[in-house]
């Protein structure tokens, strides 16, 4: 079975760091992404960032590109989402989730889901 796990996050102050790490197992397929989402309290999961694990070719949503970049280690089957001078505003769970093909910002697009991982901020 397909199994995905995000973990790292935790309580940090705002305007500081946290990176967030993606396990994937279960599965030989090569061509694959895998995309970082988050769901903020009443709100709508929102796609963050994703990478093509086949050419390292990535994309960021406008609300997070200037702080957040996301990273892959094939080797390990391992995605990374360093986020940078973090707000208030960025407490939520966390969630990756792979695809076949190519990377993309559509949740729906994505197949499997691993459980989140919260992150709160605090001012």
């Known amino acids: 079975d397909v199994q995905l796990q995000a973990s790292g996050g935790g309580l940090v102050q705002a305007g500081r760091s946290l990176r967030l790490s993606c396990s994937a197992s279960?599965?030989?397929?090569?061509?694959?992404?895998v995309g970082w989402f988050r769901r903020a309290p009443g709100k709508e999961r929102e796609p963050l960032s994703c990478?093509?694990?086949?050419?390292?070719?990535?994309t960021y949503a406008d609300s997070v590109k200037d702080r957040f970049t996301i990273a892959s280690d094939n080797a390990k089957k391992m995605v990374y989402l360093q986020m940078n001078n973090l707000k208030p505003e960025d407490t939520a769970v966390y969630y990756c989730a792979r695809r076949f093909g190519e990377p993309s910002l559509h949740r729906e697009l994505y197949r499997n889901w691993g459980q989140g991982t919260q992150v709160t901020v605090s001012s």
């Open positions: 279960g599965f030989v397929h090569d061509h694959y992404a």
């Open positions: 990478i093509s694990i086949v050419d390292g070719s990535t």
